[in-house]
């Protein structure tokens, strides 16, 4: 297992936001985190990613406590693509995913090795912004902005890609272009995946697995088909929902809040 999440406690201050979560991500799967506002989806991401350090518990990535590793060993072999992104000014696109070679350097390395650069070709190649490399972060969409980072992302050849509401702002064209995208790397790569999605059809439709998360505690996980019950989205989302079955898997339509007893 490249990652996996034991008794997991944590949050940002004193009072922890997560409250002893057990997961664990297979090699080469999809697996999103749900749950509504305020459930802890993303302090679980940082916890998962060492930018946040437990309270208690811990994280095992490639069988080793990550929050015991150096971040250049722990780059090396995982990346996160978080909510939002610093945009650097000046930067061309080439030179920015060239900036997820870092990790793979040592300190005294300044210029990009015959290897470093198959690598940031390959990244740019797969995520199809070959004709703008030469252009300026700042001046890319919304879409193009995405991939970009998405590929310094891949330039770092992790074995665990984290991605923090990885559509947001995208309108639907983009949002299913972007998940298109990183299902074909999960295929082709055998890249494991973590996302936090905001919207629950799109998780169903492109995930292996679903964890579903209630005020920090990790309420259900398993297949899209047997977390996805009305049962379930009326206790953690508040509605009243109808399960479709539809070409591209299970979804959901929402009819009415629910009334949920305490």
């Not at 802890?40 to 437990?54: C, D, E, N, Q």
């Not at 693509?81 to 300044?110: D, I, K, M």
Request: charged share 15%; net charge negative; proline share 5%.
């Amino acid at each position: 297992m490249p990652l996996e999440a034991q008794n997991l406690v944590g949050g940002y201050s004193t009072t922890p936001i997560i409250h002893g979560i057990n997961l664990a991500l297979q090699q080469g799967e999809w697996l999103s985190l749900v749950g509504a506002n305020g459930s802890g989806k993303s302090t679980l991401l940082k916890l998962l990613s060492r930018i946040l350090s437990p309270h208690k518990g811990t994280v095992i990535l490639d069988g080793k406590a990550i929050h015991n590793q150096p971040a250049q060993v722990v780059a090396q072999k995982l990346a996160i693509l978080p909510q939002q992104q610093t945009v650097p000014t000046g930067l061309t696109v080439r030179q920015l995913v060239s900036l997820g070679r870092s990790p793979h350097q040592p300190w005294w390395q300044w210029e990009l090795d015959a290897q470093d650069r198959t690598k940031v070709e390959e990244a740019i190649v797969e995520t199809g912004i070959e004709s703008l490399s030469d252009r300026l972060v700042e001046h890319l969409s919304g879409g193009e902005r995405q991939r970009a980072f998405l590929a310094l992302a891949l330039a770092q050849a992790p074995q665990v890609l984290l991605l923090d509401e990885p559509t947001t702002y995208l309108d639907i064209h983009y949002q299913l272009q972007l998940l298109e995208l990183l299902k074909q790397l999960n295929q082709k790569r055998g890249l494991s995946i973590i996302t936090v999605l905001h919207e629950v059809n799109l998780a169903a439709r492109y995930s292996d697995r679903i964890a579903m998360l209630k005020q920090g505690n990790l309420w259900d996980i398993g297949t899209p088909a047997a977390v996805l019950t009305p049962e379930n989205l009326a206790q953690v989302f508040g509605v009243e929902v109808i399960v479709l079955q539809t070409p591209v898997g299970v979804q959901i339509c929402a009819i009415a809040p629910a009334v949920v007893e305490d």
